[in-house]
């Protein structure tokens, strides 16, 4: 049973950085697909972006240029670094997981099986 935790939310000014450490714990698979989602009331929880078993990430086309996804193997923690921040990348943020391999659909709630509990993050 795959458990994920996120930690590293908080507030910060725009322009300001932050990193979401998710952890990853429960599963020995070759193939994975880790993600990170956000939410803001009201509206659908959206991929931000995913990190394949190869290494292949993929990211939407509003945080490109600005957010890193990449996955320390050892630790086995997926981390979110999120640059330049806006005000309108303020949200709940998910991260998420399933035992294959990322899809071209990786952006989507249903292709993840697992999910953490969020962590909110607020920029100002």
């Known amino acids: 049973h795959v458990q994920l935790v996120e930690s590293g939310g908080g507030s910060v000014e725009a322009g300001g950085s932050l990193r979401l450490p998710c952890s990853a714990s429960g599963y020995t698979m070759r193939n994975y697909c880790m993600a990170w989602f956000r939410q803001t009331p009201g509206k659908e929880r959206e991929g931000v972006a995913a990190i394949n078993s190869d290494g292949t990430v993929y990211y939407a086309d509003s945080v490109k240029d600005r957010f890193t996804i990449y996955y320390d193997k050892a630790k086995r923690l997926v981390y979110l670094q999120m640059d330049s921040l806006k005000a309108e990348d303020t949200a709940m943020y998910y991260c998420?997981?399933?035992?294959?391999?990322?899809?071209?659909?990786?952006?989507?709630?249903?292709?993840?099986?697992?999910w953490g509990q969020g962590t909110q993050d607020t920029v100002s």
């Open positions: 998420a997981a399933d035992l294959r391999v990322c899809s071209i659909s990786w952006y989507r709630t249903a292709e993840y099986s697992y």
